[in-house]
């Protein structure tokens, strides 16, 4: 049971001018729930754009993305595997599902600079209406969980790269996603941290968490976590395509 | 409880919080803010007192002030013209006024001193406007020291010091016996400063106005139509200056609401893009947004116009004072009577509130419909 497809998806970007170029072309993919998924591939090979048009950041330029079991916080009597296209849907709709449906860790963490650690956390929960000290418990489960509760009410760009890190996962999981997505996580990591990190994604997985991670760090791609690798160059899929 | 309301009450704690993260960049804005709401509101109020003080001034006026003229020059005039006037058809009421001006050399003022026609203070006492009481520091039961026409010190009794009605019509007032100015200023008997009409029906003030000159030709008639002109004429020349005032005022807004609609910084807009990949809709980043303009606006809103009241009614409008009032020379300390038109308020609300809070939300609104995508690359 796919939870993520693409079909013939491309993404054009300045379409109709001079520097118009394709950073997806023709992609079709299906990633199954509850396994990791690796896009790898040189910088600009457009693992990047494939994870922005999955996570509902972009609409593709032709081609389509269907979800499955998503949908229910915005459909409420929707049935819990019911399949939605989400190429087509306006901005209001996209925004939600990558609310509920999405966890993100960025590159360059993107934390929101001279808030505490601990409303960086809770930010993505503040568009739900969710109660504020429900989501703070949660939020300081969450900190706990990783560590790094004594940091709660400190400055986030007072901490280190590996605690920053860990704020980003916080930050991707205060909605319970069903996904969560990473691009180049261990980047700005260095070893022991990145191999912290692959357990801590080990652990999600264990939990039935779907997760898709654009890397080209081979402690990433090679590790025994992954169950799937899929090679990208040019903005094409050039290896693991099909379902491994 | 409703999800709407906590939604709202997130969003407005981050808003709040925002601002005190950039409280640097923030506060500075404020104080800007607050500078321009400060002159408006100073201009308004000022501006409306004015036109208060106006009305009450010409509220008292009589119909027709009588002075009589020798050679071109004021002169008294005989209590005698009093009857043969009063006969004239039309004329209710005839008064001669005992008044004139005092310069105090002690305190550098000029006081306006006046024979009470009703209700006079005993004999040796007197009462006085708030403006000669708070400059001579007097009170009732003092003792108001005044150099008579030979020279000597007069003095009176200060009977009672008149309420506040109206600062610019009392404040500078000696108000005594006719007696009293007669012997004070060597007044000669059977004379008067003016005289003052009524006249039962106001659109027979001209014809009343032609018989008195053909019966006196020594004397000028003044209507209330021309002193209404006089003080309109004065009142709408500091008018013209407050409306300078006023556009100079405005025009700085409009350039400090436009330089806030054009320019979003770099990491105010990282963090818009943040916000919206982590799954804040456009709307919820324009809320944000409005929220930390309404709050500036209304902190400046609400900070400049008490700081504007505290100027004009209760510091005299120290500011305005050397370009604006004429009393400035006549009183050494004034104090306008307080007055506020809600209505002029309001305006001032939508004119400096509602812009702002709308020119914050453009350059957001341009921000928050870029895709959120932008924030992965950046």
């Known amino acids: 049971m796919t939870v993520i497809e693409l079909v013939n998806v491309t993404k054009t970007f300045n379409a109709g001018r001079t520097n118009q170029f394709k950073a997806v072309q023709e992609v079709s993919l299906s990633v199954t729930p509850g396994r990791v998924t690796v896009l790898k591939g ?50 209001r709709f996209l925004t939600a599902i990558r609310r509920s449906a999405f966890g993100f860790i960025f590159q360059q963490f993107n934390l929101v600079r001279g808030v505490t650690v601990l409303e960086n956390v809770m930010l993505p929960a503040y568009p739900t209406g969710e109660k504020r000290g429900t989501v703070r418990r949660r939020a300081q489960g969450l900190l706990e969980m990783f560590g790094i509760s004594r940091h709660a009410s400190s400055r986030v760009d007072l901490l280190s790269g590996g605690e920053t890190q860990r704020v980003a996962i916080a930050r991707a999981l205060i909605n319970d996603p069903r996904v969560l997505i990473a691009d180049e996580p261990t980047a700005h990591l260095d070893t022991g941290l990145s191999r912290d990190f692959m357990e801590i994604m080990g652990s999600f997985k264990a939990e039935g968490k779907t997760i898709l991670i654009a890397s080209h760090d081979p402690l990433v791609y090679d590790s025994t976590l992954v169950d799937r690798v899929v090679e990208m160059r040019d903005g094409r899929i050039i290896y693991g395509g099909d379902e491994s | ?122 004999a040796g006492g007197v009462r006085l406007g708030n403006g ?119 025009l700085s807004f409009i350039i400090f609401a436009w330089d806030k609609a054009t320019g979003l910084s770099a990491e105010e807009r990282k963090e818009i893009g943040i916000l919206k990949s982590i799954g804040w809709e456009t709307a919820d980043v324009l809320m944000l947004k409005f929220w930390e303009g309404t709050v500036i606006s209304l902190s400046a809103f609400l900070v400049g116009t008490i700081l504007a009241y505290l100027h004009v009614f209760f510091f005299s409008a120290s500011l305005f004072e050397q370009a604006l009032k004429g009393w400035a020379v006549l009183y050494p300390r004034f104090r306008l009577i307080p007055v506020i038109d809600p209505y002029q308020l309001a305006v001032l ?17 341009r921000a928050a419909t870029v895709d959120p995508d932008a924030v992965m690359r950046s």
């Open chain 1, 42 to 91: 040189p910088s600009g090979s457009g693992k990047t754009t494939l994870l922005a048009l999955i996570g509902c950041m972009a609409r593709p330029t032709s081609g389509r993305i269907l979800l499955r079991g998503v949908g229910k916080p915005l459909f409420p009597g929707a049935e819990d595997n019911a399949e939605l296209e989400i190429s087509s849907l306006p901005e």
């Open chain 2, 1 to 122: 409880m409703n999800r709407g309301f906590e939604r709202h009450r997130s969003i407005i704690d981050f808003s709040i919080s925002s601002l005190i993260r950039r409280k640097g960049k923030n506060l500075s804005l404020l104080a800007v803010y607050t500078l321009v709401v400060f002159v408006i509101a100073s201009t308004i109020f000022f501006v409306q007192a004015l036109k208060r003080e106006a009305a009450l001034l010409l509220g008292e006026s009589p119909d027709i002030v009588v002075q009589r003229l020798v050679a071109g020059r004021h002169d008294l005039i005989p209590i005698g013209y009093v009857e043969k006037i009063a006969a004239i058809r039309g004329v209710s009421d005839v008064k001669p006024r005992l008044w004139g001006y005092y310069y105090d050399a002690a305190v550098g003022a000029n006081y306006t001193v006046m024979a009470a026609d009703s209700d006079p203070p005993p």
């Open chain 2, 132 to 250: 000669v009481a708070s400059t001579r520091r007097l009170s009732d039961g003092d003792v108001l020291t005044m150099r008579g026409a030979d020279g000597t010190p007069a003095l009176f009794t200060v009977e009672k010091v008149l309420p506040e009605a109206s600062e610019l019509v009392a404040a500078d007032l000696v108000m005594m016996t006719a007696e009293d100015f007669r012997t004070l200023f060597a007044f000669p008997d059977g004379r008067a400063t003016d005289l003052v009409l009524s006249v039962s029906n106001p659109r027979e003030t001209t014809t009343v106005a032609a018989k008195i000159v053909r019966l006196f030709p020594d004397t000028r008639p003044i209507l209330k139509s021309e002193i209404l002109r006089t003080y309109d004429s004065v009142f709408d020349w500091r008018g013209g200056m407050l409306v300078v005032i006023l556009s100079v005022a405005l």
């Open chain 2, 349 to 365: 609300f939508f004119l400096t509130v509602v812009p702002y809070a709308v020119a914050t939300i453009i350059p957001s609104w």
